[in-house]
Nanobody, 112 residues
């Protein structure tokens, strides 16, 4: 079963940027799309972005134009570059793919 380890979260001011990474426990080069999800306090987990093995990406409307997802299959790593962060982006961020288990996630807090 695939597991991801997420990292890169932290506290950032509104308008700032963060770069999140998740490393898979196994080869992801032939996987179905890898997704980033997030869960804000008191809310359900929601989809943020996805990327196919060939690098085709898709984004939730709320982050389109601000977030960029990328993957390095050789390093089993998927990255989420986040810019123009807003307080509404505060959440725990997780990677996921078909058949994976949820990891610990990485906390992103956007606050002045």
């Amino acid at each position: 079963q695939v597991q991801f380890v997420e990292s890169g979260g932290g506290l950032v001011q509104p308008g700032g940027a963060l770069r999140l990474s998740c490393v898979a426990s196994t080869d992801i080069s032939s996987f179905l799309p890898v997704n980033w999800y997030r869960q804000a306090p008191g809310k359900q987990r929601s989809w943020v972005a996805s990327i196919t093995p060939k690098g085709v990406s898709d984004y939730a409307t709320s982050v389109k134009g601000r977030f960029t997802i990328s993957r390095d299959n050789a390093k089993n790593t998927v990255t989420l570059q986040m810019t123009s962060l807003e307080p509404e982006d505060t959440a725990v961020y997780y990677c996921q793919t078909l058949g994976s288990t949820w990891g610990q996630g990485t906390q992103v807090t956007v606050s002045s």
